[in-house]
């Protein structure tokens, strides 16, 4: 911070006192705090999906300051730690000014026009030779709405390719797909205030006191204010959550997909289920099984309506009869008796159950299952659609929900829950965009694994990467980093910052940040939070929006954005709201945005925000006497499907007898590229280490900090050992982190993925460990 | 806030060289200069002294400058004091917010200690006393106000026993935790990872003196 602290907090209190009165803060002219100087504009945090509001402090064309914005309704003024570092994430070391153009193993400045005229050239080059299809897009979940939006039209509208895929590939996708096969319809019926009104939360594999943190605070504070609740963390890993937990319960990796079966055996064999509520709203279906596991290039596993059966309750609950907690036990690790417990917690008529859950449940191999049997035992229940009593699914980028899903960047997806692959949604497409129906593909797309493994097999010709980094986050990426290096594709990338992915590129662009250009999140409950550019990118950086529809024009195509200089944000936004009205996902005017810490959709026509969908209670689209409508689903009546136990794709044996797992830590976010180049969060957490069970080490003669050599079918890497520290596997188990980008843990994941949501699953596969 | 001691970095090999100078430069100095710097070190003056260093007047007269600990120590965290030290020119101290002790489990320094300056009946890690980690600025600590930090508590090696959380209802926005770092000093050794981890400018928590326990009859 710039500011002394006397300085900074005269400023928050006059911040304070601005939105205390109601005056608005959000542009940052109409905020002086007069006495220094600077001035104040609001903004959501740029790291997780939580949605924290900020108060961005602006002098001298510099951000002076950053504070948790008292108004926000997340967090209350509130930040985790790399929220308060927030505006050094944009003046790290290093930042991209100027466009740089690959001339042998050298990257040579250049113009704009030049970067994007070769941009553009190859592009057209490779579409004439190859066809569309040999193009593609890779972007974000920290896209911005209007980034993802231009992109969504400038390659399924303008294009005609559908290979458009989101980092939220990553960790949303069988999230999306268990909403979709479900409900009808993405993201969930609840929000934020089922953490302060609930009862009972059950966490699935989620370490939320790192991964979520200010939300974390607010679920405890509910434990606080009220001693009946109760935190039960099933987990394959004690961590900083467990240490706050009422209750452990200790998990096998891959053991989710068997325990809740068996909860849900317990639930049917004791008849704990709510009747009335499943012959009300529920329908059974069996989808296909026996699986792949996506290891093979070109794979094709899809579950078509002809795979489907229906099945009558009766029948469901006779194939649910061989999952009983005995069989639970042995294979989740889970004791029977717990499983019977917890079958009978679910169903207390006197408890308020809240499901949470993140990357544990979706980054599997079997993820949409698990989620869609998390959703079972919510249904069977009845206990989803109620203030305090819901399903909850987070997410982990700050525009996952807003960018990748609702506008639809998937290679299968249109904005507000449409398809490619449906005439009906191309059209309705083609009209709002005001083109050819004919020029939207119904091919779907490459998934992310196959985008960038097409790159290996020389199928994909060029390939534009914005605001993420594949070449360290992707999972058995050395493959993918080889083809990259023999420059087997034309890459571009656009980033803030030098990054594992620019290192391979062909062309860099450099990018404009968070508040040095204007836009819109949208957070895990539905939150559409909004923001005004308060600062100038440094150098020739540019909004990727700009980047984009420069090379549009280049490609002939400048007649899709037909914007206004001075209304762009506004126009653009009225253009993609259009797809939102009337089909349950309502948006706001722009201007609504300006003035409020977010609001979640649908958004009523008063103005008014929704905070539970499907009830009576508080979404337009259900009628006061109706109680629970899902209105997305077809005869508005949701699936529970049958999804049996399938083994993870690769499990420890005699030769590697580790399972190897990744994730998260509170001081870092995602690969580093920001949270790396903040010398505080930097000196707090300097480099990965590896957690293992103290009795593990002890047995291989590991000792703290001792250093390890860790070695997987695909990779091997030598990292310190953390012993008793903040987080202990279960014993037969490892656990990294990936944001170090001096070590590329993901060159020993397996890529093996989920075959309904194509995402990869980065918490098991099987390592040996010796020390180094 | 006490002003951390300067101190000299300097490699095994120069100390080496230095160290056979040193006397004669000490002796050379002359009273004057030995009225300002020779005087015992105080709990304003605390010296953080590698792990099992006796207390402090006796381990002046013990050490030997004879550099091995700092010699066996892998991460460099000890180091050799310089002349600002007085009396204490060319003992071992670790200076945290540059180099923290890391606990090596087998205590390398303590072994290679020849004098007995070190104390060699310490084998067990937990059982280290360098000193007490102290929350000197509690209206500057991020945890205290109601952010999710927490980091000192995260690094430290002995969490949930020298640090703990201390959770309680946040007033101010009536729906958060406030999640209090607490340290116990029956438990932290002194090592200094919290110092050194903490993100602000002037660390919060710092390594001092330890005071010892005060008994009374009320045992509960």
């Known amino acids: ?772 | 806030m006490p002003t951390e001691p300067t101190h000299t970095d300097i490699s095994r090999r120069q100390f080496l060289k230095g160290s056979a100078i040193t006397p004669l430069a000490l002796m050379l100095a002359g009273s004057g200069i030995a009225a300002v710097y020779l005087r015992p070190a105080t709990a304003g003056g605390f010296t953080l002294r590698p792990p099992g260093a006796i207390t402090e007047k006796r381990f002046l007269a013990a050490c030997v400058r004879c550099g091995k600990c700092a010699q066996a120590c892998p991460y460099k965290s000890i180091k050799m004091a310089g002349g600002e030290a007085g009396v204490g020119i060319g003992t071992p101290i670790i200076i945290p917010r540059e180099m923290p002790c890391y606990l090596c489990s087998d205590l390398p320094c303590i072994k290679a200690c020849p004098s007995g300056a070190l104390d060699k009946k310490l084998e067990d890690i937990e059982k280290v006393r360098m000193g007490t980690a102290v929350i000197i600025d509690r209206e500057s600590c991020l945890s205290i106000r109601g952010l999710r930090c927490e980091v000192c508590y995260r690094q430290c090696p002995l969490i949930d026993k020298a640090i703990t959380i201390e959770p309680r209802h946040n007033t101010r926005t009536g729906e958060h935790t406030i999640m209090e770092p607490v340290v116990h000093k029956e438990k932290c050794v002194g090592c200094g990872i919290c110092e050194q981890s903490c993100v602000l400018p002037k660390p919060v928590i710092v390594v001092q003196r330890t005071v010892e326990i005060q008994k009374d009859n009320y045992e509960f």
């Open chain 1, 1 to 772: 911070m710039e500011l002394t602290r006397r300085d900074f907090i005269k400023a928050s209190a006059a911040a304070a006192a601005f939105a205390a009165v109601g005056v608005s803060v959000a542009r940052p002219k109409g905020a002086e705090a007069a006495e220094t100087g600077i001035t104040w504009g609001k903004a959501p945090c740029r790291y997780c999906g939580v949605g924290c509001c900020v108060l961005v402090g602006v002098k001298g064309g510099k951000i002076v300051a950053t504070k948790g914005d008292p108004a926000g309704p997340v967090n209350k003024g509130l930040n985790c730690i790399k929220g308060y570092f927030l505006s050094k994430a944009l003046y790290g070391k290093g930042r991209l000014t100027t466009p740089l153009i690959r001339k042998g193993n050298k990257m040579v400045e250049a113009s704009w026009d030049e970067a994007l005229t070769l941009i553009a050239s190859k592009y057209k080059e490779a579409i004439a030779a190859h066809g569309p299809d040999s193009v593609a897009m890779y972007g974000s979940g920290q896209w911005t709405i209007h980034e993802g939006y231009t992109a969504s039209k400038l390659m399924k509208g303008g294009i005609g390719t559908n290979n458009l895929e989101p980092n939220a590939r990553l960790c949303m996708a069988s999230a999306v797909v268990g909403f979709m096969n479900t409900f009808g319809s993405d993201e969930p019926m609840g929000c934020y205030d089922d953490l302060d009104l609930g009862d009972t939360y059950i966490l699935w594999g989620a370490n939320m006191a790192e991964a979520h943190p200010v939300l974390f605070s607010r679920l405890i504070d509910n434990k606080l204010k009220h001693p009946g609740v109760k935190l039960i963390d099933i987990a394959t890993r004690k961590t900083r959550t467990t240490k706050m937990a009422d209750e452990y319960i200790a998990m096998k990796p891959h053991g989710d997909l068997a325990a809740v079966n068996a909860i849900i055996h317990v639930i049917l064999r004791d008849k704990l289920y709510d009747e009335s509520f499943i012959k009300q709203h529920v329908n059974f279906k069996r989808g296909k099984e026996n699986a792949p596991y996506g290891l093979k290039d070109k794979e094709v596993f899809n579950e078509t309506p002809a795979d489907i059966k229906n099945l009558t309750f009766d029948e469901y609950k006779e194939l649910m009869k061989q999952f009983t907690p005995q069989w639970g036990e042995k294979i989740s690790g889970i004791p029977a008796k717990k499983i019977e417990e917890l079958a009978r917690i679910y169903s207390d008529k006197s408890r308020k159950v809240n499901s949470l859950w993140t990357m544990g449940v979706n980054q599997h191999a079997r993820g949409v299952w698990v989620n869609n049997l998390i959703y079972n035992l919510h249904l069977l229940t009845g206990k989803i659609c109620k203030p305090g009593e819901n399903p909850l699914s987070l997410t982990g980028q700050p525009s996952a929900c807003g960018t990748a899903r609702e506008v639809g960047t998937f290679a299968h997806r249109l904005p507000a829950d449409m398809v490619v692959m449906n005439e009906a949604h191309r059209k309705k497409t083609a009209e709002i965009w005001g083109i050819d129906p004919a020029k939207i593909s119904a091919k779907v797309g490459l998934h992310t694994m196959e985008m960038f493994r097409a790159i290996d097999r020389g199928e994909l010709k060029c390939i534009w990467i914005q605001c993420t980094n594949p070449f360290q986050s992707l999972p058995n990426v050395s493959r993918l980093r080889k083809a990259a290096e023999a420059r087997k594709a034309f890459i571009v990338v656009s980033d803030i910052y030098p990054t594992k992915s620019t290192e391979v590129a062909d062309v860099i662009l450099p990018s404009a940040s968070w508040v040095e250009k204007e836009g819109v999140f949208g957070n895990t409950e539905r939150r559409t939070q909004q923001w005004f550019k308060m600062i100038e990118p440094p150098g020739q950086a540019k909004a990727d929006t700009w980047q984009l529809i420069e090379f549009a024009k280049r490609m002939g195509l400048g007649h899709l954005f037909p914007y206004s200089e001075k209304g762009f944000y506004k126009e653009m936004w009225e253009e993609y709201r259009k797809f939102t009205i009337g089909v349950g996902k309502d948006l706001a005017p722009y201007e609504a945005y300006a003035k409020v810490r977010g609001l979640r959709w649908p958004v009523k026509p008063d103005g008014k925000e929704t905070r539970w969908r499907y009830t009576e209670t508080d979404d337009p689209y259900v009628k006061k006497g109706e109680g629970v409508k899902f209105y997305k689903a077809p005869g508005n009546k949701v699936n529970a499907w049958f999804r049996p136990y399938e083994p993870p794709a690769e499990s420890p044996d005699k030769e590697y007898p580790f399972w190897f797992c990744t994730g998260r830590l509170l001081e870092h976010w995602h690969t580093g590229t920001m949270t790396g180049r903040v010398p505080e969060l930097k000196r707090a957490v300097p480099g990965a280490t590896i957690e293992m069970h103290p009795e593990d080490a002890k047995r291989i003669g590991i000792k703290n900090r001792d250093m390890v050599r860790i070695t997987s079918r695909r990779g091997t890497i030598v990292l310190p050992a953390e012993i008793n520290g903040r987080s202990t596997p279960e014993k037969g188990s490892v656990f990294t982190t990936f944001f170090d980008e001096t070590k590329l843990i993901n060159e020993l994941c397996i890529d093996a993925f989920d075959p309904l949501s194509k995402e990869p699953d980065f918490k098991k596969c099987a390592v040996k460990i010796k020390k180094a």
